[in-house]
């Protein structure tokens, strides 16, 4: 999608989208195009449902007065609460409203009507809004026809200060290639997208600064992280961990690590899972694909801060060769686990993550993201992840980055009465803890590896990593999901 900015000028343009506030409160270039047709936008406005609410849209087509094929109002909502995600919720709605319409063009008239935003960045904010959600993952459709194809090819963006609208945009530009990097990587079928080529993935961010390092199965051994390498025994696809280090802050300031569950496809191993469905754990990578994406976001926009993503790489396939339950693995800490069930098996790459780590880096803070169990599902649904915190501040700045970014968190507990149902007979610990509180004795699995004194939080995003209903900035499919949610966490916590 090829996105301008332009300073204001009589539209050349198959679609022009202009903003109308609630209760139908016009902005200037919607008066003047009421104006310019005599009337029309009004008494198209009388004699339809039109309110001006956020995502509602009022089409006119070839408006007499104006030479445009297509006037689009669209609502706003209350324009005095337009902040950043509202404008860029505005225009990405207003881009799927449009993408098969037969519109090849599409200019969006940004006026802020005393809103709290300068001109400039409610633009920035738009074309951001746009440039997510015209995603579309289509590598593999070979015989669509063109008129299944979105039809809009070009946005612009017109705006009073075009110029200072491109400057703000700039960093968001490098936000949302992030993002697709990430929804790219989740999309990917399990055949093309496995441990190794997953890493090379990785490799490319060297492009942008990242220093990154892979380690093969030979070096994980040395290393020690056996319980990360017990996930991926039943494979003939060989495991991985990958390192990016960004180093944009001070030599002497301690970073912030992020870390995240690669599995790139989930069987379940021994503890195998039900036919239906299990196509959809192609994308039990969603952590790393967060991670990753996150690295790509904070190293594109040139962060000030020190940054770590680690991501262990595995496929957990049944074979001869597979882990069992029962078997007895002993983690890089030194921590013994019983593996009671080889469907848990996230934990277990994470686990090993989270001490190398914290031997290697001595992080001011850890965040873990995975797609780790079905519980939080169960009980979040797919509106929030779940978060886990050993640190109310680290905890309240994820919530906030999340609020603002519209990537929302719930918090939920973590407690010592819940580790007993981890207890082990023969082992330090077992895997798996039951089905009652699924999810949070998981994160109480893995926060026994966590370093007293160490801010620390686990995500759970097993319900936020895929979507089958599209929102105005995320389409359907792979979401990328934590990637805003981090990016904006470096820069309200890490950055400075």
Request: contains cysteine; hydrophobic residues 45%; glycine residues 12%.
């Amino acid at each position: 999608m090829k996105i301008a900015f332009l300073d204001p000028a009589d539209a050349s343009t198959d679609a022009l989208v202009v903003a109308v506030g609630a209760e139908n409160a016009l902005s200037p270039a919607a008066e003047a195009a009421d104006k310019a047709t005599g009337g029309a936008v009004s008494r198209a406005i009388a004699a339809s449902r039109f309110t001006g609410k956020p995502r509602q849209f009022l089409d006119l087509l070839a408006p007499n007065g104006l030479s445009i094929g297509r006037l689009v109002l669209a609502g706003l909502g209350k324009p005095a609460e337009a902040n950043a995600k509202a404008w860029q919720d505005w225009a990405g709605a207003a881009y799927s409203h449009l993408a098969s319409s037969g519109a090849a063009s599409v200019t969006l008239q940004v006026e802020t009507m005393g809103g709290p935003l300068p001109e400039s960045d409610a633009a920035a904010n738009a074309a951001f809004g746009v440039g997510l959600a015209c995603y579309r993952f289509d590598r593999y459709r070979t015989t669509e026809k063109p008129d299944q194809k979105p039809s809009v090819t070009e946005a612009t963006i017109m705006v009073a200060g075009a110029k200072a609208a491109e400057e703000a945009h700039t960093p968001l530009a490098e936000i949302a290639a992030g993002v697709t990097l990430a929804r790219n990587l989740v999309c990917e079928p399990a055949n093309v997208l496995y441990p190794e080529t997953l890493a090379e993935h990785c490799a490319t961010l060297s492009a942008q600064g990242v220093d990154v390092e892979i380690m093969d199965e030979a070096r994980l051994e040395a290393i020690g992280m056996r319980t990360l390498l017990a996930v991926g025994m039943g494979s003939a696809r060989d495991s991985r961990v990958v390192v990016m280090r960004w180093m944009g802050g001070p030599d002497d300031q301690a970073p912030v690590a992020l870390v995240g569950k690669g599995v790139t496809f989930d069987t379940g191993g021994i503890s195998i899972k039900p036919a239906g469905g299990m196509e959809d754990m192609k994308w039990d990578m969603g952590g790393s694909a967060a991670v990753i994406g996150a690295m790509r976001a904070i190293s594109g926009r040139k962060a000030k801060a020190n940054v770590i993503g680690i991501v262990g790489l595995v496929e957990n396939m049944p074979s001869d060769r597979a882990q069992r339950p029962g078997d007895v693995v002993t983690s890089l800490s030194g921590q013994t686990v019983e593996v009671i069930n080889t469907d848990a098996e996230g934990r277990l790459v994470l686990c090993d993550l989270l001490t190398y780590v914290q031997q290697t880096y001595k992080p001011k803070a850890i965040v873990d993201l995975a797609t780790l169990t079905g519980a939080i599902i169960v009980g979040l649904g797919h509106h929030n992840g779940g978060l886990f915190a050993n640190d109310d501040a680290l905890a309240d700045g994820l919530t906030s980055a999340g609020k603002s970014v519209g990537e929302h968190l719930w918090r939920m507990p973590l407690g010592e009465e819940y580790d007993k149902a981890l207890k082990s007979h023969i082992a330090d610990m077992k895997n798996v803890g039951g089905r009652d509180g699924g999810s949070i004795t998981a994160a109480q699995f893995l926060k026994r590896f966590v370093e007293d004194g160490t801010p620390w939080a686990h995500l759970d995003i097993a319900g936020m990593a895929w979507s089958s209903e599209a929102k105005p900035t995320v389409p359907k499919g792979g979401t990328g999901y934590g990637v805003r949610l981090l990016d904006q966490l470096v820069a309200d916590q890490f950055e400075g």
